[in-house]
């Protein structure tokens, strides 16, 4: 087994948050040229801060109960 590049997780924090940005802007973008309405933005916007928040969450309990063993 090889060992993990210490950088590995700084990678991997940087591109979730990249996409996270990227989509938010990208909401951000189709509310403002109206091809949805401001109401269906925020719906989408707290839609996507809770998916990032619940599957955080469930990562963080995977490495957790991973490290009782």
């Given at each position: 087994m090889q060992p993990k590049?210490?950088?590995r997780n700084l990678k991997i924090v940087v591109g979730f948050?990249?996409?996270f940005t990227s989509l938010a802007v990208l909401i951000i973008y189709l509310g403002f040229k109206n091809v949805v309405s401001v109401q269906l933005m925020l719906l989408m916007l707290i839609a996507l801060i809770g998916l990032y928040v619940g599957f955080g969450?469930?990562?963080a309990s995977y490495r957790f109960i991973r490290s009782l063993k």
């Open positions: 590049p210490k950088n948050a990249l996409v969450i469930l990562a």
